[in-house]
Structure formats: C-alpha cells, structure tokens
C-alpha cells in the first residue's frame, strides 16, 4: 500500500513537470518562431541594404544557437533516468 501511494505521488510529478514543461515550450518555440518571422520583413531590399556575406553570417549565428541548445537537450537525454547500477561491458 505505501508503495503504491509513493509510486501515485512519483506519477502525479512526472505529469505536472511534463505539463510545465509543453506549456512553457509551446510558448518559447512560438516566439523564436514568430522573431524569425520579424527577420524575414528585413529582406525586403526597399527598406534594407545588406549583401550576401550579411545574411551568411546572420545565418551561421542563428544556426550555431538552434545547434547549442539541441547539444543542450541531446546531453540531457544521455544522461538516462539518473539510476546507474551494474552493468556487464561487452
């Protein structure tokens, strides 16, 4: 029974941080999403000047940051559930 409670309680958590967490993505991701949109109402060359080399290096940039974080997430990912315990190495 005590275990059984624990295991409710651990469930109840793991749900509440998944719901934070797509709640707070959801919200994040559409916002890059949208100031990528805002970046695109600058190639218009009536308004801006800018030259190749310009938009090669506002895209390396961006495209570094979107690698970062998905470094970020990838490492996260690898760590596993945070148990270790024995394993045979073959």
Do not use: P
């Not at 290096?57 to 996260?76: G, P, Q, R, T």
């Amino acid at each position: 029974m005590f275990v059984l409670k624990i295991q409710i309680c651990i469930t109840m958590a793991e749900n509440s941080r998944r719901k934070r967490f797509t709640k707070v993505a959801t919200n994040r991701v559409q916002k890059i999403i949208d100031y990528l949109n805002l970046l695109q109402n600058c190639s218009n060359r009536r308004n801006y000047e800018y030259d190749e080399e310009d938009v090669n290096h506002m895209f390396e940039e961006i495209s570094k940051a979107l690698k970062d974080a998905k470094a970020v997430y990838a490492n996260e990912l690898s760590k596993g559930n945070g148990k270790s315990g024995f394993t045979f190495n073959k």
